[in-house]
């Protein structure tokens, strides 16, 4: 499942070249230039960890680096802002569970 918007009436959208990520072992293309939460989301995945008190799911939120909805593990490093972070060859991502446990 891929939801990229792929053309807007006022914007226009230059994609990087294809990149290949990691997301808990399963490999997604993502583009040079978007960001881990762009890549994830275009690719169906909406639930990036679970919150440390009541363990509800979390997700993409603010989308500009001020809240901590989007945290996961990035390349074994816990609580990193997916949201401003962009993708690079290779990079491995898993969900974040309460703070910042790896649980791959």
């Known amino acids: ?11 226009d959208f230059k994609r990087g ?3 290949k990520i990691y997301f ?5 293309q993502a583009y040079e230039g978007e960001t881990v939460a762009a890549a994830l989301v275009a ?3 909406d639930v990036f960890g679970e919150s440390y ?3 509800r799911p979390r997700g993409f939120y603010c989308a500009i680096g001020k809240c901590s909805s989007c945290v996961m593990i990035i390349d074994g ?3 990193v802002r997916t949201c401003i ?4 060859e290779g990079m491995k991502v898993a969900r974040q569970h309460g ?3 790896p649980q791959w």
């Open 1 to 11: 499942m891929h939801r990229r918007i792929s053309s807007h009436p006022i914007l």
């Open 17 to 19: 070249k294809p990149v």
């Open 24 to 28: 808990e072992g399963k490999e997604i």
């Open 43 to 45: 690719n169906g995945i």
């Open 53 to 55: 008190k009541r363990n």
């Open 77 to 79: 490093e816990s609580n």
């Open 85 to 88: 972070t962009p993708v690079r």
């Open 99 to 101: 703070r910042g446990d």
